[in-house]
T-cell receptor, first 113, second 115 residues
Framework: NAGVTQTPKFQVLKTGQSMTLQCAQD?????MYWYRQDPGMGLRLIYY???????DKGEVPNGYNVSRLNKREFSLRLESAAPSQTSVYFC????????????FGPGTRLTVL | AQKITQTQPGMFVQEKEAVTLDCTYDTSDQSYGLFWYKQPSSGEMIFLIY??????QNATEGRYSLNFQKARKSANLVISASQLGDSAMYFCAMREVALWDDMRFGAGTRLTVKP
């Protein structure tokens, strides 16, 4: 039981390049989330998926797209990376509406040059 | 809009002493949940404790307790008998029932436990 896994752990991109961050959970959770964490700030929600087949914008969605591929997997795509997207990205999952705790992945440290 | 304020960027505590980390929040909703997470230097986010806005008792989980003062809109985390392993960043977060998937975090407090 791995919990929430994220790949890659580290990534360096040049401005304008694209990439997809992968997230998977093996806890049969319905809801999944993508956050970014910048220095001196808490986590900010980028996108979430309350159930398979649905996605919604969070606080800072601009410059990102997401795909809920199936119940297990939720990917985050940067189509044209910008230096402002340099951050640590966390994926999280939660069982369903009635449950409070979110389980977080280990994070992906992304640098855009 | 939801807003979480943690006014202490850094805190120091002596090992085995208790420490309180402050958190105030702003919401116009009556139904919401308050959370505390710990982030050690390794980077993972660890859930510590939850308090619902209608819970009458303050939440406790082992050495962690949440001092919930609804009228003052504060949800302070109290760590008793601090240990060296408690050194970490601590984040307060809130989720309104009406926007249950949109959790907002404070900027965090860095706690350092001194031996």
């Amino acid at each position: 039981n791995a919990g929430v896994t994220q790949t890659p752990k580290f990534q360096v991109l040049k401005t304008g390049q694209s990439m997809t961050l992968q997230c998977a959970q093996d806890m049969n959770h319905n809801s999944m989330y993508w956050y970014r964490q910048d220095p001196g700030m808490g986590l900010r929600l980028i996108y979430y998926s309350a159930s398979e087949g649905t996605t919604d914008k969070g606080e800072v969605p601009n410059g990102y797209n997401v795909s809920r591929l199936n119940k297990r997997e939720f990917s985050l795509r940067l189509e044209s990376a910008a230096p402002s997207q340099t951050s640590v990205y966390f994926c999280a999952s939660r069982r369903d509406y009635l449950y409070n705790e979110q389980f977080f992945g280990p994070g992906t440290r992304l640098t855009v040059l | 809009a939801q807003k979480i304020t943690q006014t202490q960027p850094g805190m120091f505590v002596q090992e085995k002493e208790a420490v309180t980390l402050d958190c105030t929040y702003d919401t116009s909703d009556q139904s919401y949940g308050l959370f505390w997470y710990k982030q050690p230097s390794s980077g993972e986010m660890i859930f510590l404790i939850y308090q619902g806005s209608y819970d009458e008792q303050n939440a406790t989980e082992g050495r962690y307790s949440l001092n919930f003062q609804k009228a003052r809109k504060s949800a302070n985390l109290v760590i008793s008998a601090s240990q060296l392993g408690d050194s970490a960043m601590y984040f307060c977060a809130m989720r309104e029932v009406a926007l249950w998937d949109d959790m907002r975090f404070g900027a965090g407090t860095r706690l350092t436990v001194k031996p």
